[in-house]
């Protein structure tokens, strides 16, 4: 009996002295949750921007993504960065040291070349406790917090064109040659037709060809793009009107079809075409020299004398004929 009831007094000095330790862990962290609602290593992350899109006015194009880290607990914390973005380079801090109760904002500079491929990324930026005031420990304990954006990559495409010769000069109803290298760079293969377009020199744009302007080239050109890049030699052959009272005076312009109509000569990469007028031909009329109406009328020079005396001869009879009438009447 005497044992059993040491038994039973042991237990209940021990359940006592669990609960007073219980008590005094609950009186001391009390305080500290209701005052700062976290008692272990943690970090809230958030950024401003849920979608970003590029726009490749150069070569390369830039967004900022605005973020902030808030320390929730009563101690000063050492948070690192992470990103994970795929192709899309970024920069942006390594690590920032939140204090008690505050918060950090940071940038992400995110960077694309317009060689990238077309389509949506996902971006994912990371924030985890490695480290915090007083020696509390750190680890298991912490979550890894992430924040995941959007990042869209238009497509980009950017072309010239080079002309050979410079300019042209024709006569009406000449035909004008001349060949185009038209050069494209884009983010996404593709084939472009490039076509021909004729604009007059005092138009804001292209408007109707002018009555015997057409173009007759031999075939279609296209321009492959494949892998960033493609290039074409394009042969063009264009007919003139063949009765100009007037100097006509424009440009040729080569584009890809994904322009319908030409801008002015001196908004678009142009050739200048100049179309001289039809030349009225002239006879050279007269007597005894080259090209003279004699020679045009297939009469020899050993004829000619015979010819200019006979002329001369009857128009001295005509001229005596007159005299005599007249002073007979």
Known sequence: MAE???ESHMRRWLSGALGAAFLLAASLVAPLASAQEQIFPSINLDCLEAEIEF???????????????????????????????????????SSITVEAGGEEDFEVILVADKSAEVGTYELVVSAQVTGAAGGI???FIT???TYSLDAIVPEFIDCGVSYSPGSL???????????????????????LKVELHLVSGGASQEGMWASGFNDISEGACEVQ????????????????????????VGCLV???????TAQSCQQEDSLTLTVNPKEASVTDVGFGQNGTLLEDLGISEDEEAYVIGGSAALVLLIVVVTVVLRRRG
């Open 55 to 93: 726009q490749f006015s150069s070569t390369t194009d830039s967004a900022v993504v605005h973020c902030t880290v808030e320390n929730p607990t009563a101690y000063s914390e050492d948070v690192s960065i992470g990103y994970d973005t795929a192709s899309i380079d970024s920069d942006g801090p």
């Open 254 to 260: 080569v584009i890809d079809e994904r322009t319908v």
């Open 4 to 6: 059993r009831s040491g």
């Open 225 to 248: 793009i494949s892998n960033g890049n493609g290039m074409r030699n394009c042969q063009f052959l264009l007919t003139t009107p063949e009765n100009l009272a007037d100097e006509w």
């Open 137 to 139: 420990p750190v680890g």
């Open 169 to 191: 000069t024709v006569d009406a109803g000449e035909e004008a040659s001349f060949s185009a290298s038209y050069s494209c760079e884009s983010n996404r293969d593709q084939s």
């Open 143 to 145: 979550n890894n917090e």
